[in-house]
Nanobody, 123 residues
């Protein structure tokens, strides 16, 4: 079992930055693909960024060049640095984990999910 807890969300003005954290417990993350997803009110959950268990980061086109995903396996923590925030980035952000999967952008392939953290960007 893997437990995931997100933190770092909050209210930020457009153009600002936030850093989200996803802390894991229960298992070491070194063999897990990790992802960030988000869900805005009235919209479906969408892929934001992911990092494969063996390396390699992937991003949604909407955040490419603005967001950066990273992980620290020693601390069992994943990060999402969000720069140049836009109003449309407002959503609940979820971290997810799945062991040894290459389907980094598909929510259906993740077994473990955090409870989410709210990010609100004011225009």
């Amino acid at each position: 079992q893997v437990q995931l807890v997100e933190s770092g969300g909050g209210l930020m003005q457009a153009g600002g930055s936030l850093r989200l954290l996803c802390a894991a417990s229960g298992r070491t993350l070194s063999s897990y693909t990790m992802g960030w997803f988000r869900q805005a009110p009235g919209k479906e959950r969408e892929f934001v960024a992911g990092i494969l268990w063996f390396g390699g980061a992937y991003y949604a086109d909407s955040v490419k060049g603005r967001f950066s995903i990273s992980r620290d396996n020693a601390k069992n923590t994943m990060y999402l640095q969000m720069n140049s925030l836009k109003y449309e980035d407002t959503a609940v952000y979820y971290c997810a984990a799945e062991q040894r999967t290459s389907y980094v952008g598909n929510a259906d392939y993740y077994h473990y999910w955090g409870q989410g953290t709210q990010v609100t960007v004011s225009s």
